[in-house]
C-alpha cells in the first residue's frame, strides 16, 4: 500500500462464481445470462463458474447467489457480491434481478475506482493504522458511509487520524471523485511471538 498507487478504469477480465443451493440448476443458468447480459456490452471476457450443491451436503437453507470480480489492466481487483433473500426474510428475488443487479454493482464499483473496492476500504484503511511507523497511502474511490464510521472508530481506538485529500476525476484519474488517504502506523507488532 505504500506509494501513490494509480488505478485504471480499463478492466481486462471479470471472472464470477455463481452458487445455488436445494434450488434447480437452472437457476444457474439464468443468474449467469442476465449478468452476462450487461457485462458482455462492455468486455467479451468474462467467465462465470458455477457451483450447485444438493442433498445432505447442501445444509438447510435454499438460496443462490453470485460473486463477481473485475482486473483492471494494472492488476486491481474490484469485487460485487448478491445474494437471494433468506426463506421467509423479505420478498423473494428472481434469478434474473441477483445476476442484473450485482452485474450493475461490479461496474459501479469499476466506476467509483480506487485500488480497494468499497466493501475492502475499511480492511486497507486498518492495516495502514496497524502497520510499520512510516507513511502510507492509498488512493480509494469515494468513502462509503461504513467507512467514514470505521475511520471514526480507528480514532477513538488507536488515536490515529488519516490526511484525506480528495482527487476529482479527470483526464489522469477516470471515474467518480478519488480520495488519497495518508497516516501513520502505530508499529503493532504480535507481543505472544516468540523471539529467536
Known amino acids: 500500500m505504500k506509494g501513490d498507487a494509480r488505478p485504471s478504469r480499463m478492466t481486462s477480465l471479470t471472472l464470477g462464481c455463481r452458487y445455488s443451493v436445494r434450488v434447480s440448476p437452472q437457476m444457474a443458468n439464468r443468474i449467469v445470462d442476465s449478468a452476462r447480459s450487461i457485462l458482455n456490452k462492455f468486455i467479451p471476457d468474462i467467465y462465470i463458474y458455477t457451483d450447485h450443491m444438493k442433498g445432505v451436503n447442501s445444509g438447510k437453507s435454499p438460496g443462490f447467489g453470485l460473486s463477481l470480480v473485475a482486473e483492471t489492466t494494472n492488476g486491481t481487483f474490484l469485487s460485487a457480491e448478491l445474494a437471494s433473500n ?5 420478498t423473494a428475488v428472481l434469478p434474473e434481478d441477483v445476476g442484473r443487479n450485482c452485474a450493475r454493482l461490479l461496474l459501479e464499483e469499476i466506476y467509483r475506482g480506487g485500488c480497494v473496492d468499497s466493501t475492502n476500504q475499511s480492511l486497507a484503511l ?11 497511502k492509498v ?5 462509503s458511509p461504513y467507512t467514514i464510521e470505521f475511520l471514526r472508530h480507528l480514532k477513538s481506538f488507536f488515536q490515529i487520524m488519516f490526511k484525506i485529500e480528495t482527487r476529482p476525476c ?3 484519474l477516470k471515474g467518480g471523485d478519488k480520495v488519497l488517504m495518508t497516516c501513520v502506523g502505530i508499529g503493532f507488532s504480535n507481543l505472544s511471538k516468540t523471539l529467536k
Open 86 to 90: 433468506p426463506q421467509g426474510q423479505g
Open 139 to 143: 488512493l480509494l474511490g469515494p468513502l
Open 126 to 136: 486498518l492495516l495502514m493504522t496497524l502497520g510499520q511507523q512510516d507513511v502510507s
Open 170 to 172: 479527470g483526464e489522469e
